[in-house]
């Protein structure tokens, strides 16, 4: 389920003339029955509410006085999310002969045209109230206070995030409920503005329209996601537009290593944040560990703990970052197959994490793990999974694609490959995209065609930890072999290679130099495109000698990162 609650206002829409009819009693109890939360909000105080309504016990959290006041049916206890009004300030309307006049634990309510005398006296008095109009009637509030933040309250009460609430009105105080919910509907008795701003008009009125709602719900969910719940990433020249939906299937990013890959990632997951929705991040490799806005579990040296994953992820709000580099490649899958599940079953009853990033997926979920298909949901909505080559990831996994975006100049060959591991057959045509472009493809529909690659909007930091301590695993650490190969001397991060290129002979170190193995080993393994093209430059430059051009990669290495262990030259 992606809607995991229904937020209905009461008067002209679950109500009419105060009454609910038995159909729309029914239908909220279908919606109760599916697993689903249900919210009551109103602008209707509590006691009067309860004395037309009766039991409010089907109901998992009541916001009444129009967001200022929250109860909770099941203990019946009252929690005020706002300040009440000034005992003068009463006093003055009744003074006034404002009529008819109802205080509640916060709301001020009464009927036009009595909102001249209301203002008049916020004025006089210096007053921080607004007044909200609900079909005739007048409500005064504390600033800031509406159906939308009440919502909020109760939807933290429960730990949902409001994309993934469904909520229906009617009135002028429901513009800020439907725009803050993942759908926003309007009974068709309701104002002309508020139709104009939903997301969905239903053809019944009130209680009827709150049935037709219901049913679609239930019936077919995915049909009420509106545009704006996806994450726009761009567009081509056509007016084709790239989308990352909240349904329907993972998205697959492939390119070549060192390509920028987790660069393009990151920008995703700005714009993923940017809209609302919580993330967590599966990283192997510690390219995430300065992303924000995000809690990184885990270091280059130090596992992360599966409780403290899960407790952040279960927590309203947060962004997480699981940092596996600690683990060796072999542990990876078998750490992710028991962590997956877990964050399944939070997403199944919260809906959170929006999005799941797994990068490396080819170390989590490789090709040939036997149980793979048993760790993972028959579909993987919301999950961007990053890898080097689509053939490396399990054939269950690859089924769960629907999106795949190629990065780098044989983008049409990952294509190919994708296609060819996933058993869809031949590939489709596709273009070739310049350095600044990917390509984007829809799995099935159309055929794929390249669009402006989007750049973090904050710069991609250096991880100086992970580079210039840490570990990076034999794949990705630098051998000084020599001209002859007899040497291999591994230098598993940035500072060991400036200690260990201090004490090669010359030959060794312009054996390498005169190869470009520095700037190469910068570019694909450190993933830090500036040292690389710096490094390249140093290599290419014939008038310097080998302690010159040491001296100066070793002054680029430490201009990026910190280096507490190394010396001041080599």
Same mark, same amino acid.
């Given at each position: 389920? *992606? ?6 206002? *009461? ?13 729309? /009693? ?20 509590? $006691?009067?509410?309860?004395?037309? =309504? ?6 998992? /959290? ?10 909770? @049916? ?11 009004? $000034? ?154 537009? #790239?989308?990352?939906? $909240? ?33 967590? %991040? ?5 390219? *995430? ?5 995000? %809690? ?7 596992? $992360? ?38 964050? #399944? ?11 799941? %990033? ?37 054939? #269950? ?6 999106? =795949? ?21 031949? @590939? ?25 690659? @989007?750049? @973090? ?21 630098? *051998? ?76 680029? %290495? /430490? ?12």
């Amino acid at each position: 389920m *992606y809607f995991l609650a229904l937020a209905t206002d *009461y008067d002209e829409t679950l109500a009419h003339g105060g009454i609910v009819d038995e159909a729309p /009693r029914a239908a909220l109890a279908r919606v109760k029955s599916s697993g689903r939360r249900l919210f009551l909000v109103t602008g209707r105080q509590l $006691p009067d509410l309860e004395s037309v =309504f009766g039991d409010l016990s089907l109901f998992d /959290r009541v916001v009444a006085e129009n967001g200022a006041l929250l109860y909770n @049916p099941a203990t019946r206890e009252e929690r005020l999310l706002a300040e009440p009004p $000034p005992a003068l300030f009463i006093e003055r309307l009744k003074e006034r002969r404002v009529e008819p006049l109802s205080v509640g634990r916060c709301i001020v309510a009464t009927l036009e045209p009595e909102e001249s005398a209301v203002l008049e006296e916020i004025h006089d008095l210096g007053l921080e109230l607004q007044i909200i109009f609900n079909k005739g009637s007048v409500m005064v509030l504390p600033s800031g206070v509406n159906k939308a933040t009440g919502l909020l309250a109760a939807l933290a009460d429960v730990g949902l995030s409001a994309h993934n609430v469904v909520a229906v009105g009617d009135a002028e105080n429901d513009h800020a409920l439907l725009r803050a919910c993942g759908c926003g509907a309007a009974v068709a008795n309701a104002l002309s503005m508020l139709r104009g701003a939903a997301d969905i008009v239903l053809d019944g009125h009130c209680g009827a329209g709150v049935v037709e709602l219901v049913e679609r719900l239930l019936r077919d969910e995915a049909a009420l996601i509106p545009r704006r719940q996806s994450v726009r990433i761009g567009g081509d020249a056509q007016g084709r537009e #790239a989308l990352l939906e $909240p349904t329907g299937g993972s998205v697959l990013v492939a390119g070549q290593s060192g390509i920028g890959k987790s660069t393009l990632a990151i920008a995703f997951i700005e714009k993923i944040a940017e809209a609302g929705f919580e993330f967590c %991040v599966l990283d192997p490799e510690g390219d *995430y560990d300065a992303l924000e806005p995000a %809690v990184a579990v885990g270091e280059a040296t130090s596992p $992360p703990h599966t409780e403290e994953v899960l407790t952040l992820v279960e927590r309203l709000g947060a962004n997480v970052v699981v940092n596996t580099q600690a683990l060796t490649a072999a542990e990876r899958p078998a750490y992710f197959a028991q962590l997956l599940p877990r964050i #399944a079953s939070i997403r199944a009853r919260t809906g959170r994490p929006h999005w799941l %990033v797994v990068d490396e997926a080819h170390h989590l979920l490789p090709a040939g793990r036997g149980d793979v298909k048993s760790v993972l949901p028959e579909e993987l909505p919301s999950v961007i999974l990053i890898t080097v080559h689509p053939k490396a990831l399990s054939e #269950a996994v690859l089924r769960t694609v629907r999106t =795949f975006i190629a990065v780098g100049p044989h983008a049409g060959e990952f294509v190919a490959e994708f296609c060819g591991a996933a058993g869809l057959g031949s @590939p489709p045509p596709a273009p070739r995209p310049s350095d600044d472009q990917i390509l984007f493809w829809a799995v099935g529909l159309g055929a794929p065609y390249v669009l402006r690659a @989007p750049e @973090p909007v904050h710069s991609h930091q250096r991880h100086t930890r992970k580079y210039a301590e840490g570990n990076l695993g034999e794949d990705r650490s630098f *051998y000084f072999r020599g001209p002859s190969g007899k040497l291999k001397l591994r230098a598993h991060n940035l500072m060991q290679f400036l200690e260990m290129a201090a004490g090669v002979d010359d030959a060794t170190w312009d054996h390498h130099r005169q190869k470009r193995d520095y700037s190469e080993w910068f570019r694909r393994n450190i993933k830090d495109e500036e040292l690389a093209r710096e490094a390249e430059a140093i290599e290419g430059d014939e008038r310097l000698d080998a302690r010159q051009s040491r001296t100066r990669i070793a002054e680029a %290495v /430490r201009r990026r990162y910190t280096a507490p262990s190394a010396g001041d030259s080599i």
